[in-house]
């Protein structure tokens, strides 16, 4: 697994901060398999307390009507949190900032 040499300890205390009580959407976990080549990633969110959220039609509808963040990707990460009630997101992504009902964590 690569950790990013500046961000990885800030990121590693944000899971422990808020383990427990983190959601990461199906398409995450595909990206961190395609990055890493892992394939024990559901103990691993198991182990620090990661409920995975399923991509739906529904989700990706919404996705397909935001206007931004300006890429997919992330339309899909914030109407997954949009239609699962959550407002914040661990990210160092600056383009979630701004959103309406989102507020980035970082």
Known sequence: ???????????K?????????????????????VLTKLENIASILEEIGVELASLSASILGRAER???PRD???HIHASTM??????RIISNDK???????????F
Not at 82 to 87: F, Q, V
Not at 95 to 105: K, Q, T
Request: charged share 15%; aromatic share 10%.
């Open 82 to 87: 949009l239609e699962l009630g959550i407002s």
């Open 66 to 68: 935001l206007g931004e």
């Open 1 to 11: 697994m690569t950790v990013h040499p500046q961000l990885g300890e800030h990121v």
């Open 95 to 105: 383009d979630f900032d701004g959103l309406v009902g989102i507020e980035r964590i």
């Open 13 to 33: 205390n944000n899971i422990v901060t808020w383990s427990g009580n983190l959601v990461t959407s199906s398409l995450s976990v595909w990206l961190l398999y």
């Open 72 to 74: 997919f990707e992330d």
